[in-house]
C-alpha cells in the first residue's frame, strides 16, 4: 500500500524552502533523478526559466494566486521497505516513481529526491519519494491542469493502485491498519490540542489512557481465569463497550459529547500507547491488548519471585 499526497508551492518563500528541501547532499537522501533538465546542479532555475518564458511566474487570472510548482510526495508502506525487510529497495522506490511520472506528467520538468524517513513519535523508517513538477508542460506549452482538486486526487490514488499492482504491493484498506511497523499518528485535531496545552481533552487520548490502565490492571491479577473478558467488564464499567467490527477487528464503543452520540472507532485506528515505566508500546488491536496483558502478568510474576528470592 503506496500513499500519495499533494502541495501546491504558491510563494517565492515556498520555492526557496522546496529547493533546501530537494538539496540531495541531506545525510536522508537515498537517491535522486531528473527528468527533462539539463544540468541537474542548476534544476530550480532551469524550472524558473521555462515558467518565466511561458508567463507562468504569474497568476493565470487576475486576483488569484499563482502555483509556480507541484510537490507530490509517493509514501511507502514501512511494512513494505527493504529497511524493515520488505521488498522495496531503494532503486525499487525509484523505479516506481520513475513509472508514477511516466503515466501522470511525461512532459514536466521534475526532480526526484528519495528520502529514508524517520517516525519522531515511534521511531519507523520508511522510504518517500518527493517529486518537485514544474508547472509548465513543455509540449503543449501550457500550465499544469489535473482539474478539479478532489477528482485529480482521486486520479492521483487511482494511478498508484494500479503501480501497487504492478509492484506486487498492498492495497489501503479503510480503517484498518496497514502497518505493523508504524502506528496510527494522532489526527489533526489531536495534534492541534496537543498544541494548546489540551491533549487530555481529546476523547481518543481519554479512552487510550483508560484501556492501557485496565489491561495493565487485568495482567497483574494474582488468579483470573478469564483475563480478557475480566478486561470488558472493567471497560464497560468505565462506559467503553468492546465489540467486533463487521471485518472482525477489535472495536470501541463509547458516547462522546463532542458527536451527542455513540462513536466506534477500531482498535487499529486507535494508535498506540507507551508505558512510561516499561517503555513498552501497547497497541489497542486484539492481539496488543493480549500482549500488554501477558506482559503485565509476566512483570507481576516477575516481582513475585524476586520477593521469594530475598525471602
Known amino acids: 500500500m503506496t500513499a500519495i499526497k499533494q502541495a501546491s508551492v504558491m510563494s517565492g518563500e515556498h520555492l526557496q524552502n522546496l529547493k533546501r528541501y530537494f538539496d540531495w547532499d541531506r545525510e536522508k537522501v ?16 532551469e524550472m524558473d526559466a521555462t ?27 514501512p511494512d513494505e521497505c527493504s529497511c ?5 529497495t531503494p532503486s525499487r522506490c525509484m523505479e516506481y516513481a520513475r513509472d508514477y511520472i511516466a503515466k501522470r506528467y511525461p512532459n514536466q520538468e521534475i526532480v526526484i529526491v528519495l528520502h529514508e524517513e524517520r517516525c519522531r513519535s515511534d521511531g519507523s523508517a520508511r522510504f518517500a519519494a518527493h517529486l518537485a513538477i514544474n508547472r509548465t508542460d513543455l509540449e503543449t506549452g501550457r500550465r499544469l491542469n489535473d482539474g478539479p482538486a478532489r477528482a485529480a486526487a482521486k486520479s492521483r490514488v487511482r494511478t498508484v493502485k494500479e503501480l501497487d ?59 483470573c481465569p478469564d483475563r480478557f473478558g475480566e478486561f470488558a ?8 463497550e468492546i465489540a467486533r467490527s463487521k471485518r472482525g477487528a477489535l472495536q470501541y464503543r463509547y458516547h462522546s459529547e463532542s458527536l451527542g452520540k455513540t462513536r466506534k472507532i477500531n482498535g487499529a485506528r486507535l494508535g498506540y500507547a507507551v508505558n512510561r515505566s516499561t517503555g513498552r508500546i501497547m497497541r489497542f488491536t486484539a492481539r496488543g491488548i493480549d500482549l500488554a496483558i501477558r506482559a503485565a502478568w509476566e512483570l507481576a510474576r516477575e516481582g513475585v519471585d524476586d520477593e521469594r528470592g530475598r525471602d
Open 84 to 88: 524493515n525487510g520488505g521488498p522495496m
Open 233 to 240: 467488564r472493567r471497560l464497560e464499567s468505565d462506559g467503553i
Open 30 to 45: 537515498l537517491d535522486h533523478d531528473i527528468q527533462h533538465i539539463i544540468d541537474e546542479d542548476r534544476w530550480f532555475e
Open 165 to 223: 499492482t504492478k509492484y506486487g504491493l498492498s492495497q489501503l484498506e479503510r480503517g484498518l491498519s496497514n502497518s505493523k511497523v508504524h502506528a496510527r499518528q494522532p489526527g489533526r485535531e489531536e495534534r492541534e490540542m496537543a498544541k494548546k496545552g489540551r491533549s487530555d481533552k481529546s476523547e481518543n487520548a481519554r479512552v487510550r489512557a483508560i484501556v492501557a490502565q485496565r489491561a495493565e490492571e487485568v495482567g497483574r491479577l494474582k488468579s
Open 51 to 77: 515558467r518565466e518564458a511561458a508567463g507562468h511566474n504569474r497568476p493565470g487570472k487576475q486576483g488569484s494566486r499563482c502555483t509556480y510548482m507541484q510537490h507530490q510526495v509517493i509514501g511507502f508502506n
